[in-house]
């Protein structure tokens, strides 16, 4: 029993209790979320802190009650190092959400803290949760919410992409809820360290249910083709609701592909990984082909995702401890990146009115010079630059491609290490572009001179850039806790 | 002594930080003047620490080399696991990488300090000289590297200073494309490029060069790998067929060209196939492909250098032309001969490119037919672009001559199967090299002044002519000393070469090389006004334009990528998201028909009620 | 031929009609026509009922009663009290307190004359309890008439309102067409079986050589009338009218209690009657329940007025329900017994939210909930967290448990076409959730809030309190029906 | 008398039932029509009863249960329908269509959230087709009309309980 998994998900969950109090009715301190959220990273940070580095394979601080014994639920919660950088990823995005908004305050800013609490909870408990149907009740935790900050606070078309939003995740999530019952039907249990040593499941249930948690998850992650959600939530979302997505949402889905598919169905993994690289690979150039395309900037960083999660699923179908370390650095990485991306894609949108590229015009650098800047480091990170974090996510998931697990054919994913080296330079290429358009070429002598970046725009985006820096420039940083946690969910696999 | 590498990487890195971040703290309270100066002494300082230490590391090379034991000095800071084969981040000074370290920051040297007056008045000079020192780092990085990785780190890295810059006045559109080009064409040979290096590291079972020089690697996985390597050489080092951006690339501040686009980056490439010169030499396909592509690329990108009217060009053709000369020494056999011809072209290529931005502050064209008789003007220009065409052209005694004949040697003797080809087209590129210098020199320095038209200034000053006086600007000391200062070794450096010198081949090479330069110069005296170019006749045209392969790429690679990605952008639209909102649409549908039911009659209900019973009913018993 | 009657055992439906002839004779005789105070006497009486249920699951033991002499041959008794009866006739109870605190909201107004209104409720309340007792066919088809007749006169009570009679008319007509079919079928089954008592029925069956067409269709045509209570697929054409033409406090009795009702009978005699004929009615209970959810939520999705989508989406909560029936064998209508029990908290919740706003919108359309959250916070959140809850979706857990459990008994159950249609079906159902809830916290007209209604907002507060209690420890209803 | 033909019997009865319910408009003919049907579950029952010699007599006991819920469910009905015709001054129950799917079909779409004017569809944009109910009555009012009928005074409670105490007695 360990208080502070509990203290991570009691601290926003009460935090946005609080909230509920009339005496908060229409005004709300201005640095409470914030500091709401600063305790939960506080936590955070501490867990990072007291976590035993030597033994990252072991789940830790562990907390096992049973919640609901007729569904066979335990309250289970545990971090270890394939969950330990995604939970203080969650709450650092989060704190810096709330940062974010006390430099730009939104409407109802009650209503906004407390939904972004919620969803807080939800994100960290799908991180920490050790038993399947908590973490699937975690995993749909945060689909309210996250429609409700598209819904109230978003764009102009804001209803038809949150409704959008949320009925194709639950559709995945309900289909990955079908895979879990499957699983605990045959093994008998829900416990997801009891399930990952080994479960006894027949083959072919085991493809079945991967199947359906593969698609569930994929829904989330998302994968080709199952991705059209997210450009029209990403357009339409608030700055912070898309760095929370981008940051934090699509990390669920491939989270569980590391704690649950994987390791609980490894034998459906093996059947089904060449279909998931080759739908990871087609994401990954269709979605550069598609922000090649692309008007909108949002819209743009969000085709971006997809691809960039097709580096990551390609990792995990590659079903190799060097390929799952490459899905849960690129994870990470994409989750400081894309959310700095958006945070910048923002406060750009902030100042012209538009995220469209043609009204944007270009002079971003003679304009706003601060803000081009970070935009560009941003792109250039994303596009998987060494020295960036964003490099060794992509460069490790093509080196697990290289050489596959033993059961997989290696001539397939070879041609999709190929294509993903492809996908590279279309990556490269549409962030140049979009960067060319943007940021270079003379600013339209029309507009008047605007505010460049703010301090808390820079405290809310330098946490970022400068992770970004470390992971890039120091990748042990990361690998060195997700190594010995990936080589026991792969046991007797690569070298 | 490894401390002394570490540092050479880090103090630019540093400096590069400071330069972007502390040149304008307190942001609002600096005037732009006192900026400039900081970024100066942050661009400069370090830099000239890293070339002594660079200096230090190979004279140390120099002395343990000859006591034969312990000459390389390594070190490693740190073994990443990556579940697979792991990556130590080390360095590895061997002697090859000492006398590449010392050209590196030399040049980098000079070219900082040629920037500081070259750039005086450019208001983003603290980011120019940052990435600047960013690039020597990246560069010095690939030079030390004991491992793969960490040298693709350094590579990548480079390629994005290289972009950076080639973009630095990012007012004009045309500068933007051409940085975009030059890092979207290398980054597609450095995906081979990583290919490579895994099927290395995974054959060898490590990363570290050492390792994978050592270990016993199948021909087959061999060839594959260095071929795959070779991508990414030919896209650094701007070799035939992913050359194109190099000549694009002189968009950028002259000094740039200088640096990265003649001097260093584009002979990473080179560098990287010495370093890894023993499994080159054991998979004998992949140089032969080497040598068909020096070949090719020598001969073409002199042709096309000769039919340049803009002088950056016409160096940027010769740069791609002399790389490949040394790709064509390796290819036969010699990675001495390259490295030499390496650390001399190095040396005059710089020279040759600042001298050439003496020429165009001066002028404020690029372009060779607004020059001309600038021999009086611009006397110590004059001289050192003199050394520097006399090298470029392989003349005695300047150092290009002796690393030239070298190279000509090896090919002379290789046993290559291309042997022949490669040395025809050796031969006759240095009697084509000859004429371009010849004519470029002719141009710039002789004849009479021809004046620049107002617009042009403008369109290809990129904007500093604006800053000027109409007029001749003066030329910043700083800016010439540097020159002077690259004269020396661009004109002694070959010496160092003397002993392997080969007579018979020098001779033959000096002939033809005097025959191309006889002939333009006939021409020029002929009629001076015109250009000697014109002796191509209708070849003039495809050669200007590079024989049209950037209209190939454009029609075969760019543009039905771009309609490809508007293809995608439909299809998304209309057919995966379509599917989506069908079903949304389906069960809107679904729920008006239902709907149709529900219309309030009471009667139709228990209709309902019955034939529903009925229809369970017949089911019922005829399916159970 | 003189039986001892267990009076303890039936003393439940017992005090309820007592307590029903009490308001009858109260509202004949007192001076002042208090509606308040036959709503007390009415509500004193269910919860005394309830008083008792609860003693009877103290008590633990099972109790039977009205059992067939030995001298008869014995086996069967009419009146069982066991664990279902109990948590079945205790949900209906519980829903009756609800149910009786929206009452005394609609009859403030005195147009409708509450002696009778009381009395019908208590009529109604009195065959739900009873109906989960029953054992036999003559006393359930006697119970679900007691539950129905009450009810179309409830309806109809509106007497000045002219939408309210035709509902009446359509419940009505529906009703007794499906209550002659079940007889039809019953007949059917007495003919093969010679017996009224479910737990004869199935091994009279077995052996019987019957045709087993005619068992068959007997068998279908049985269920008929229970299909109708809870408004499955074909029966589920009433739903929409009525649920709107009816007043609030009867749709939702309709919607729990005498859904609830249906769901007992079913269960009944397909859990206990035709326990062994499984292989026949399996398909076609899950067939049903495809069709039920996918109709109700199919049909709920344009739906512009708030009862008529809470119809709609307690026929496709229906379906939910019916699912786990379709299950072969073992325990699985324990799943939907759970289901049952939570939906109602759920179901109860909305409709008590329902009826507040009609005080202020009599048309009651969704577009009346625009910006409730600025209006009356307390109760958007209210409706907000039923409407999320009837998702499925957190922090509506008891809707998302409840879920879980049904779909867990189907997987286990290896219908897997029939958990994927309901996976789809309850995203669909989320469509109008969602946008329901979401008109909530939309800007919205700021018109100042009329004057609460204690009841009402006590029925809200019980089933919040009972809905969270089901969100955070779903096992109380786990326990209780498995 | 073999068992056959008395069923025949029930089930021609029942028939007549079906077919009186679905043919007739009038809602008292319908009432009739499900009092048919219930007949005939009553002469199922007893000659079932007999054909088996229960013992228990379940059928005859069955049948006598369902003589009163019929009577209860006529009286209740015809009450019902007496409210209707005091209404509605009709008692044609297919042209009782006050209460449909059509009057819900409003001129624009649902925006739940803002006012933002948005195409209805859960998944996204497609447009909305409003779906009538075909081309009904004209007399169907569209929208929530007041009654047709004269306003309704308060009925005395008498008359209502006379008519439920009939119910009750059921």
Known sequence: MSWIPIAMLAVPLLGAAVLLLPRFAGRVPRGYGLAVSGVTLALAVAMAAVFDYGDTARMQFQTDVPWIPGLDLRFHLGVDGISLPLVVLTALLTFLCFVHLAGRPQSRPRALAFTLLVLETGMIGTFLALDLLLFFVFFEVVLVPMYFVIAVWGGPERRAAAVKFILYTLLGSAVLLLGLLVVWSQAGTLDMVALARGNGIARSTQILAFLAIGAGLAVKAPMWPLHTWLPDAHTEAPTVGSVLLAGVLLKMGTYGFARIAIPILPEGAATVAPWLGAFAVIGIIYGSLACLAQRDLKRMIAYSSVGHMGFVLLGFATLTPVGVNAALFGNVAHGLITGLLFFVAGAVKDRYGTADMARLGGGMLGRLPYIGSLLTFACVASLGLPGLAGFWGEMLALFGAFRPAAELSRPLFLTFMVIGGIGTVLTAAYFLLMLSRVTHGRPARDRGPAVDVTAYELAAWMPLVLLTLLFGLWPKALLAITTPAVQAILPGVGS | MIVLAVLAILLPFVGAAAGLLGSRVPRSRTPARTARRRAAWFAVLPVAISAVAAVWLAARQAITGDHGAADTVAGTLAEIETGSVPISVGLQVGELSALIGVLVTVVALAVQVYSVGYMRDDPRYPSYSAFISLFTSAMLLVVYAGDLIVLYVGWEIMGLCSYLLIGHWWEDRANSRAAVKAFLVTRLGDVGFLFGIFTLGLSAGSFRIDDVLAADIPTSTLIAATMLLLAGVAGKSAQVPLHTWLPDAMAGPTPISALIHAATMVAAGIFVVARLYPVFLAAQPTLDVLGVIAAVGMLGAALSALAQDDLKRVLAYSTISQLAFMAAALAAGSDHAAIFHLVTHGAFKALLFLCAGVVIHYVGSNLMSHMGGLRTSLPVTFWAMTIGFAALAGLPPASGFFSKDAVIAAIEHSRSPAQLFLYGCALVTVGVTGAYSARAWLRTFFGSRRPVPPSDADDHGHGRAQHEERGRPAVPRSMLWPVVLLAVPALLLGFAGVREFDAESAAISVVIALLGAGVVYSLWRGSPAQDPARMLGPFRVPCERAFYLDTVYDRLVARPVLRLARGVVRTDDRVVDGAVRGSGRAAVGLSGLLRLAQNGNAQLYVTGVLAGVLLIAVGVVVLA | MIQSIDYVAIAAPLILALVAGVVLLLDAFLPRRTPGALGLVTLAGVVAAFGVLMAQAAEGGRRRTFCVPDSLGGGGCSFVVDRFTLVMSGLALVAGIVIVLLSMAELTDRRIPAGEWYFLLLSALTGAVLLPAARDLATLVVALEVVSLPVFALTALKRYDGRASEAALKLFLVSVVSTAITLFGVSLLYGLTGTLYLERLSPALSAGSGASGVVSVAVVLVLAGFAFKVAAVPFHFWAGDVYQGAPVPVAALLSVVSKAAGFAGLILILVTGLRDQATLWGPVVAVVAAATMTAGNVLALRQRAALRLLAWSSVAQSGYILAPLAVVGGRAFTASMSYLVIYAAMNLGAFAVVMAISRTAPRNELDDYRGLASRRPGTAVALGFFLVCLAGLPPGLAGLFAKVVVFREIVEGGLGWLAVVMAVNTVIGLYYYIAWTARLFAPGPAGASRTRSVPVTVAVGVAVLVTLAFSVAPQLVLSASG | ?170
């Open chain 4, 1 to 170: 008398m073999h068992v056959v033909y008395p069923v025949v019997v029930s089930a021609l009865l029942f028939s007549i039932g079906v077919y009186g319910v679905l043919a007739r408009r009038n809602a008292i003919l319908v009432l009739m029509s499900v009092e048919l049907m219930l007949n005939a579950v009553n002469l199922n029952l007893v000659v079932f009863d007999i054909w088996l010699r229960d013992r228990l007599h379940g059928g005859q006991v069955l049948t006598l249960f369902i003589i009163v819920i019929a009577a209860a469910e006529v009286g209740l009905g015809l009450a019902i329908v007496l409210s209707v015709f005091r209404n509605r001054r009709t008692i044609d129950i297919d042209r009782l269509r006050d209460l449909t799917e059509r009057d819900l079909i409003g001129p624009g779409p649902d925006a739940p959230v803002g006012s933002d004017p948005g195409p209805d569809g859960p998944l996204g944009s497609g447009p909305d087709t409003p779906v009538g109910s075909g081309p009904g009555p004209a007399g169907a009012p569209p929208g929530d009309s007041p009654d047709p009928g004269p306003a309704d005074p308060p009925a005395p409670g008498s008359e209502g309980g006379a008519v439920l105490d009939r119910s009750e007695a059921g």
